[in-house]
């Protein structure tokens, strides 16, 4: 790997053969598990400012419709994020001489107060070909990391490291980006639309004839209508570097049903699905038909594998000669750009089943000498960083390189819940196709439901620390954490696409400390104190949640640490507080956090209703530092997703805690539904 110095550049064909599509990755880490920053890229001509305005890509415009820029979000990592950017190269216009690449803090954070900034370039086999290391930020609330540029008929990358002190607003303003920067008119504007929309659908959603119906309209909104459409002319708006919130569409016109025996026709049934062959079958099926057919999906999911933008076409039971014995992969996707070809063989599993090492090494065999790209694996289960779910040898006498990926059906499911209840699609067709891809994943029968297995170490485990004989280095333990690893980034996917809010883990761990040391430590814990902890970030909402499960008391533990305000006095925090809990649980835990660590008054919410005076220290020179906020409940015993099952119990006991609690702190946070936690029925 090729490690950069600030001014230094590399040919990128230097450093590998594919690259005519790169995944660049920012990354930083957070002693306090809070601090973040947001990505950007400009694209500059030969005079180093931008054509329009719309060549300026950030949070509120991640993706270029020629498919040279995508912003892909966020990925935790064994100590912070990373934010990661596909550029296909092949697609960016000739005009564009520079890609430049950026991110960029708020509320006057600065990025000295992060850790390990970096920058760090993989080649479309994944391929990790370059790092960069960025020092000197302590006063900078926006830096530029470095920018990919034309020499000739080559791409060159440069690392930059320049920073700047006013934002990603300054940054952008200095590349010829007209940007409108107020944030208060932004965020009044939208309350005030938003405030509207609660007025209108408070009373509750119109009755309809078939409930179940209803459901699925309120899960999936009208679609975006097409561009060709006859409406009437927007005005030109220039870029806003404040957020835009998310609001949450109003609900769908009223069922034609006449009772609620009627079933709506589906495009894709899943009764009659019997046998765990045909549930894989018909998922790849379903799945790549609607990647080839809704573009903006099929990118969405191919973008981070390497894939170029363009026509995409997908195939389903293809025989391919190998040895003796000719194989069948459950798919095949192609993407053709400029006369290229992309090709990736797909293995699929539903129904919580496991992929198979041999069978996937046969894929990346027939891939490396047919001269595919990649192969991609899809199942219910969730890679871990540091940790592969299958292991396959590489021959490294082997010219071309076969990347290995894989994708979860909760990643599926995220990725069509933000195209069609957050962001939007081109047409009404394509948002139909989704909702109909989205029902078929959520349905009982398709066993597209993502990990739902804490895996066969989790009884011996619970039953080890019920009689405290689980000792540390046991191996089951281990298991464990790895299973709640995955189950904490499922909980995310599954919340970040109903709120449309970035949802992530929060890594604490040491500068470069390594994923399996850190789950080594963690289940060394379990094993001294029977708890399972996490904790997670919610975009918009105050502090960060935190989730423990308490194996020797069966107890599920989510709560969230308010800080207290700057100014003001005390009793006003208190009655403040209570103000905005009047809808909330009353067995909710509220604990007042003091100056030094000592403990302070606590009480469930129904009792200091009457009297938030008793939330504050008898000491009246004691300084608080805010309050905790807790809520208790039973965790299930089972292995599994039923619903007495330890895995639903943690995606309640988050959802509860979010839905009850963590919307009435922040009016930013979005309400969601009420529909998307209703499960949809089967038949």
Request: glycine share 8%; net charge negative; with cysteine.
């Amino acid at each position: 790997m090729h490690e950069m110095t600030k001014g230094s550049n590399v040919a990128l064909a230097s450093l590998s053969e594919d690259v005519g599509s790169v995944l660049v990755s920012l990354g930083w880490g957070s002693p306090t598990g809070e601090g973040d920053a947001d990505v950007s890229v400009l694209l500059l001509d030969v005079n180093g400012k931008v054509r329009s305005d719309t060549d300026f890509y950030f949070y509120n415009n991640p993706v270029a419709a020629d498919g040279s820029v995508q912003l892909l979000g966020k990925t935790p990592t064994a100590d912070g994020n990373e934010d990661r950017i596909s550029f296909d190269l092949t697609a960016v216009p000739p005009e564009v001489d520079r890609l430049v690449v950026a991110a960029s803090r708020y509320n006057g954070a600065r990025f000295g107060e992060l850790e390990d900034v970096r920058l760090s370039l993989a080649d479309g086999a994944g391929d990790e070909l370059l790092r960069f290391p960025i020092d000197d930020v302590d006063s900078m609330s926006a830096i530029i990391f470095g920018e990919l540029y034309r020499r000739g008929e080559e791409w060159k990358f440069r690392a930059v490291g320049q920073g700047y002190d006013t934002g990603l607003a300054g940054l952008a303003a200095d590349f010829g980006v007209d940007v409108e920067d107020d944030a208060a008119a932004v965020e009044a504007q939208e309350d005030a639309a938003s405030d509207d929309q609660e007025d209108t659908t408070a009373p509750g959603p119109a009755p309809t004839a078939d409930p179940s119906a209803q459901r699925m309209a309120e899960a999936v909104p009208a679609p975006r209508r097409s561009e060709d459409a006859d409406q009437p002319p927007k005005p030109v708006t220039r870029p806003r570097t404040a957020k835009k919130k998310v609001t949450l569409p109003k609900v769908a016109r009223k069922s034609l049903a006449e009772n609620e025996s009627w079933r709506e026709a589906r495009l894709f049934p899943v009764s009659a699905l019997k046998s765990d062959r045909e549930r894989e079958m018909r998922a790849t099926s379903v799945l790549l038909s609607v990647m080839a057919r809704v573009p903006e999906f099929g990118r969405r999911l191919t973008a981070a594998f390497g894939a170029p933008a363009g026509r995409m076409e997908t195939f389903t039971e293809v025989t391919l000669p190998h040895g003796d014995s000719p194989r069948r992969p459950d798919g095949v996707i192609r993407v053709e750009r400029a006369g290229k070809l992309w090709t990736a063989l797909v293995e699929t599993k539903t129904n919580g089943n496991a992929l198979r090492a041999e069978q996937v090494q046969a894929y990346m065999d027939i891939a490396a000498r047919r001269g595919y790209e990649a192969v991609i694996t899809l199942s219910n289960d969730v890679a871990l960083e540091g940790s592969p779910l299958v292991d396959v040898k590489i021959d490294p006498r082997r010219k071309h390189k076969v990347a290995l990926w894989h994708l979860s059906w909760a990643e599926v499911t995220h990725q069509a819940q933000m195209l069609i209840r957050h962001e939007g699609v081109g047409n009404a067709a394509h948002a139909w196709l989704l909702q109909e891809l989205l029902h078929y994943l959520q349905h009982d029968n398709s066993g597209c439901h993502g990990f739902q297995n804490m895996g066969p170490a989790w009884v011996p485990v619970r039953n080890g620390v019920d009689d405290e004989t689980l000792c540390q280095g046991d191996a089951r333990a281990l298991e464990v954490v790895e299973s709640w690893e995955r189950l904490i980034r499922q909980v995310c996917l599954g919340l970040g696409g109903e709120l449309g809010q970035k949802v992530l883990p929060v890594q604490r761990a040491k500068r470069g400390a390594d994923p399996g040391e850190r789950r080594s430590r963690l289940a060394d814990q379990l094993c001294q104190n029977g708890t399972l902890h996490a904790e997670l970030r919610i975009e918009g909402t105050p502090g960060v949640l935190a989730v423990s499960a308490d194996l020797r008391t069966g107890k599920l533990r989510t709560s969230v640490e308010v800080p207290a305000p700057d100014q003001g006095y005390p009793l006003s925090w208190a009655k403040r507080l209570m103000r905005r809990l009047a809808d909330a649980p009353a067995d909710l835990h509220i604990e007042t956090l003091v100056e030094g660590g000592t403990g302070g008054p606590r009480g469930t919410l129904e009792r200091l209703r009457p009297e938030p005076a008793d939330l504050l220290p008898k000491d009246s020179g004691t300084r608080i530092t805010g309050f905790r906020l807790t809520l208790l409940k039973s965790m299930g015993s089972g292995r599994g997703n039923a619903e007495t099952g330890f895995i639903r119990s943690v995606d309640d006991a988050v959802h509860r805690f979010h839905d009850s609690v963590l919307v009435h702190l922040d009016r930013t946070t979005p309400r969601r539904a009420q529909s998307l936690r209703e499960p949809i029925p089967t038949g």
